[in-house]
């Protein structure tokens, strides 16, 4: 049985949802289906509500109209793209034991199992908030795993992957007899396995669905479109020309006038067959971060720490100055430090508070460079790394934790920016496709496609010396 014939396992029948009392529709009136064993991949542009469509599948969120069917007995998982927040601190058996309703006592053998699945080896009592994204990414599939479910949901998977993993990642996904339904904007990823594409056209606000995979389904929506268009500019220039016969045959008598008559009607009728044609995604315009003139060093590195294969801490020395217009790429594989170096670097490590005490005190003394020091180490007057004075530094995280989610989106803007008119924060709001109504929603409130957007308009008000 090929895969678009087998028994349906998940039907949105006439459903419609929207946020904001109606004024954000994110379904109207909408059909599709789910069969059972097959991979699905959901597309649509940032904010079109890939991920209400996970949360109205879960039952986090209830449709406003219209029903969802799931066959009996069918269980569902979800892997989202980060961990909440007030989970960070938990050891990884307290994160596990989240996914139990009930106490369930062969908890660890679960655990060491489901950790085997995904290729990941830690200690149990480890807390979350000290593994690398990556790391994290991976943690997140095994917490869906680990309930067995007939439906897995994965939310953008392959986001702070190693090209390691995300190759694993595809083998456990070809090889998964279960149906999956993936959101996610890796074309070349979602190519090598899927059996169709569920498109949430952000116009319309309906989910059109398509058999094949997955560039086959971007290159038919494309040849559609295409079509519609060819399609509509031969009934426009029919009704163009059919006007301009009707004006010159109304002002004759007789027969003239019985033809301009009929000409009405076929004006009509070419009227009723243009057609919607599916507006492409929006996308960002080309742009820049401006740069400010800064003279001298940006950042010294001295030393870094990196995390080994038994989970230990090794000590290694790197005589590194950064100046303006110099790019670095920091690569490795997941849960080698990385990260952790960076978010030394923006002082929010997990010593973040003691570190923040210090860069207090120096604040008051306008002349001395940000430093962050080793907060173990046993000769404490020895610096891993400096920001140098007066850097502004632009920061862009995998968990957004650089942002205040209960902030407001314009405010989130209007902070950064030290000289911009509210003409200038609407303007670059506009650029990166946040719109008028979007500025007064909090920053909690978007997708995770629109912190991105929202993280780089901050750059380019902000103009950063440094960006990381």
């Known amino acids: 049985m090929s895969s678009n014939q087998n028994p349906i396992i998940l039907r949105f029948d ?20 789910i069969r059972q064993n097959t991979k699905i991949t959901i597309m649509g542009q940032n904010g079109s ?5 996970f949360k109205m599948i879960t039952g986090e ?93 994965l939310d953008e998977p392959t986001n ?12 456990f996904l070809l090889s998964y007899d279960k149906t999956v339904v993936v959101i996610s904007h890796d074309a070349d990823f979602l190519n090598l396995f899927t059996d169709g594409v569920l498109y949430l056209n952000k116009g319309t606000c309906k989910v059109e669905q398509y058999w094949w995979d997955y560039y086959d389904v971007v290159e038919q929506i494309a040849a559609q479109i295409e079509k519609d268009q060819m399609q509509n500019a031969r009934a426009e220039k029919k009704i163009a ?33 243009i057609v919607e044609v599916r507006k492409d995604d929006k996308t960002i315009t080309a742009f820049t971060i401006p740069f400010e003139n800064y003279v001298g060093p940006i950042v010294s590195i001295n030393k870094v720490w990196l995390m080994n294969a038994s989970h230990e801490v090794v000590n290694y020395k790197l005589p590194l100055v950064i100046k303006k217009h110099e790019r670095y790429m920091f690569i490795g594989p997941n849960g080698i430090g990385k990260s952790t170096l960076l978010k030394r670097l923006m002082m929010i490590h997990q010593h973040k508070e003691n570190i923040m005490k210090e860069y207090k005190a120096i604040l008051e003394d306008k002349t001395k460079d940000i430093i962050i020091q080793e907060p173990d180490t046993t000769h404490p007057e020895e610096n891993i790394a400096m920001i140098h004075n007066k850097v502004k530094v632009g920061y862009y995280s995998q968990d957004f934790d650089a942002l205040d ?47 991105w957007l929202l993280c780089y308009a901050r750059f380019v008000l902000q103009k950063p010396h440094l960006l990381i």
């Open 405 to 451: 989610m209960n902030k407001n989106v314009r405010d989130t803007l209007e902070e950064i920016a030290e000289e911009a008119s509210d003409q200038d924060i609407y303007r670059v709001a506009a650029q990166f496709l946040l719109t008028k109504n979007l500025l007064q929603n909090t920053v909690g409130s978007l997708s995770e496609g629109q912190k």
């Open 160 to 171: 702070n992957l190693d090209e390691t993993w995300i190759g694993d990642l595809i083998t």
């Open 61 to 153: 969120l209830t449709p406003q109209k219209g029903k969802i069917n799931i066959v009996q007995w069918n269980t569902i998982a979800v892997a989202r793209q980060v961990i909440p927040r007030d989970q960070l601190d938990f050891s990884i058996k307290e994160f596990f034991e989240t996914a139990f309703s009930e106490k369930d006592y062969q908890i660890d053998r679960k655990i060491t199992e489901v950790l085997e699945v995904v290729n990941f080896n830690a200690p149990m009592n480890k807390p979350i908030k000290e593994f690398s994204g990556g790391q994290q990414a991976r943690l997140l599939l095994a917490y869906a795993l680990i309930q067995h479910p007939d439906i897995l949901l």
């Open 49 to 53: 509500g890939k991920t209400t469509i």
């Open 241 to 273: 020309d059919a006007k301009e016969k009707i004006n010159f045959f109304s002002n004759k008598w007789g027969k003239m006038r019985k033809l301009a008559s009929k000409m009405r009607d076929e004006v009509e009728e070419a009227e009723e067959n």
């Open 14 to 33: 006439d459903v419609s949802f929207a946020y904001n009392d109606g004024k954000h529709p994110i379904l109207i009136e909408s059909d599709f289906s």
